[in-house]
Structure formats: C-alpha cells, structure tokens
C-alpha cells in the first residue's frame, strides 16, 4: 500500500515565485529569495513531492523557467513535478530534461485532449500529472476553470470527472480555487465531485494554512497527497514540523531513516519507503 504524501508547490512568474489567493498572484521573491528561504537540499527530507508550476498570465519565457528549474533541482533528492503552458511533447521534454520527474498538465485536458494520449505514450502514464481548477457555484456545484481560472467549461465537474479516470495520467492534482491562499483548511466536499469507483490517486490543493489542515486533508480516504503552495506558512523550518505533526496525527506517511532522525522520531518499527 502506498503511504500517503505532502506535496510543496512553487508558483513561477517571469522569473518570480508567487502567493495566490483565490488565483490573484502576488510577488513574494526571486530565485534568490527562494533558496535563502527554502534550503531544498534540505526541505527535500521532509516533503515528499515538489510542484513546479509556471503560471505567467502573458507570454510564458520557457527557457528562463527551466533554468529556474534546473536550478532548482541541483542537489534535491525528491521527485519533482513542473507544468504550466505545456502543448506540446516537446515542451514537456525540455521539463523532464530540466530536472524534472513528472510533467503537470492543466488546460489541454480538455482542449488538446490528443496531448494527453501523445505525453503518456512517450513518457509514460506515470508521469503524466493531470491538474484541475475548482470552483463551486452559487446553486452548490462545481465547475472546472481552464486557462488560468479565467474559463469556466459548461459542463459541472462530477459529469467531467466521469471521462477522466483510469488509462489517462498517472493521478490528479484537484485544486480549490475558492480556497486557494485562505488558509482556512481544504475544501474536502470538493472531492464529492469523484465518482464512486475512482481509483486514481488525488493529490487535493487549496487551502492549507498550518500542519492541522494538512493531516485533516490526509486523512479522507479519497485523497493520497495533499499540497500547498502557501510560502510564508511553512517557511524556514516550518516544513519539518508539518511533517512532524503530520505523523504525529497517525497519518502514515512514506518513511526515511534519515527523515526519522531528523524529526526526532526513530523508531526500529519505522523502515525505509519501498
């Protein structure tokens, strides 16, 4: 059985790492920044997953991106996700050539839906992320918001959901934006919106403001990780510690010896993520 995960999510912008709230970006640093702040080489012990996502609102600077990501990358030790603007193989090519292990795909799931089928062929299902934007409406449903959030598709979300299940990526990276930078915890009725034999595992998005929010998100059964991409919640140490009172909820999450040493939480029943 596979443990669950917490999944960090950076949010790039010409150069720039971003807040967002309810899909409003605000600056918060450069590159620079990041790395004084957030010691990757470091944070990797105790986040399983990093997202990368380019969501430049203009004209997207690919090479700068992946120099971003190259840079990145260089001495972390968890896989790594990246998307943002990609419509091509090619694109998602230069992604996985910049270090990363998975390429995210949002919009073309519906308008290029070809691309889908061409990523998974030549990279493989498992490293296909699909990505979805959330929005509940005013009657209590929800719709799913492509390009940016600025396009709702007609259709509600649970009707979508039941075309997008086994065969086509390798999970699925639902995304609250109605939560997205409030910190007031995730949106789990978002997850009624799966049908009732999804098997592909969730990563659920949006919301997530402190370690509490993040065990309650682990412990539906529906979802297998939870991310956040909040930058000044968990900054310095403050990873670790989510990560700390994650497992100390009784959430099992994927286990290194080293990572036990480091929390203070060693244990000889603990072993090693298969």
């Not at 990797?44 to 004209?59: A, H, K, Q």
């Not at 109605?178 to 034999?197: E, I, K």
Request: include cysteine.
């Amino acid at each position: 059985m596979l443990k669950k995960r917490i999944i960090f999510t950076l949010l790039y912008d010409n150069g720039n790492f971003m807040l967002s709230r309810n899909f409003r970006l605000q600056k918060v640093g450069n590159l620079a920044w990041l790395q004084k702040n957030y010691n990757f080489s470091h944070i990797s012990f105790f986040v399983d997953e990093l997202i990368v996502l380019d969501v430049t609102r203009g004209e997207r600077n690919t090479a700068a991106f992946c120099e971003a990501l190259e840079a990145l990358t260089e001495g972390c030790f968890m896989p790594i996700a990246a998307g943002g603007g990609v419509r091509s193989v090619e694109h998602a090519r230069r992604l996985l050539r910049s270090g990363a292990d998975k390429v995210v795909v949002n919009s073309p799931v519906f308008t290029q839906p070809q691309l889908l089928k061409e990523l998974v062929e030549a990279f493989g299902q498992q490293c296909v992320v699909g990505s979805l934007d959330l929005k509940r409406t005013q009657e209590g449903f929800y719709k799913i918001w492509i390009e940016s959030g600025s396009q709702a598709l007609d259709d509600t979300a649970d009707r979508h959901l039941l075309h997008l299940g086994d065969g086509m990526v390798g999970e699925w990276y639902l995304n609250s934006i109605d939560r997205d930078g409030t910190g007031q915890g995730y949106d789990l009725a978002l997850l009624d919106v799966l049908p009732a034999n999804w098997t592909v595992p969730v990563i659920l998005a949006g919301g997530a403001g402190n370690a509490s929010h993040l065990a309650v998100g682990l412990a539906d059964a529906r979802v297998d990780a939870v991310a956040t991409a909040h930058l000044f919640n968990f900054v310095g140490d403050g990873l670790k510690q989510a990560r700390s009172n994650v497992l100390s909820s009784g959430i099992e999450l994927a286990s290194w010896p080293a990572v036990d040493t480091l929390l203070g939480e060693a244990r000889p029943d603990r072993l090693a993520v298969r």
